[in-house]
């Protein structure tokens, strides 16, 4: 599905001038029809994905339990 540059801003919550820059810049690819960028969104579900699995990492890793410290039984 093609989006306009204020679709795909709104779509990724970026301002439109940035999208814009994006687009000169090469960075993000997109068409031009003669009057306005055109810019295929299935481009952006692999950083999803990956944003997505990052997240989980995280998760992952806030939920492992803190390994007991072997020098908790200090004798004094």
Known sequence: ???TIPETAEYLSIDEK??????????IRAVHDGEQFLINSEQFQTHFEQVEKYR???????NEPIPEDLDVKDED
């Open 1 to 3: 599905m093609y989006m």
């Open 18 to 27: 940035q999208i814009h820059a994006l687009v000169l810049q090469g960075r």
């Open 56 to 62: 989980a990492m995280i998760q992952d890793y806030l």
